[in-house]
């Protein structure tokens, strides 16, 4: 079955880093396209980083442009997710997501508290 193994989040002060983890399994990783997405409490859930199943093509929010940056290793079924110069605003659960035409798959979500 599919499973999603997220892990990495956890609180850190303003100006720090975090990396974040999404290994799966139950699929083929390496033809799905992979994303990153967070929900802030009483926020809908938003689109953060994106990249191609070939890691050649990525995608980010403006709001996380320059500071974030999304990877993958198709040979450890692994999506990255590495976060540097945090804000108090991108406190939010962060959930991984496979897709793929006709197949979406979710995280469970993984929490990030940015605070003093």
């Known amino acids: 079955q599919v499973q999603f193994v997220e892990s990495g989040g956890g609180l850190v002060q303003p100006g720090g880093s975090l990396r974040l983890s999404c290994t799966v399994s139950?699929?083929?990783?390496?033809?799905?396209?992979m994303s990153w997405h967070r929900q802030a409490p009483g926020k809908e859930r938003e689109l953060v980083a994106s990249i191609a199943s070939t890691g050649d093509s990525t995608n980010y929010v403006d709001s996380v442009k320059g500071r974030f940056t999304i990877s993958r290793d198709n040979a450890k079924n692994t999506v990255y997710l590495q976060m540097n110069s945090l804000k108090p605003e991108d406190t939010a659960v962060y959930y991984c997501?496979?897709?793929?035409?006709?197949?979406?798959?979710w995280g469970q979500g993984t929490q990030v508290i940015v605070s003093s």
């Open positions: 139950g699929f083929t990783f390496s033809i799905y396209t």
């Open positions: 997501k496979a897709l793929n035409p006709g197949r979406v798959y």
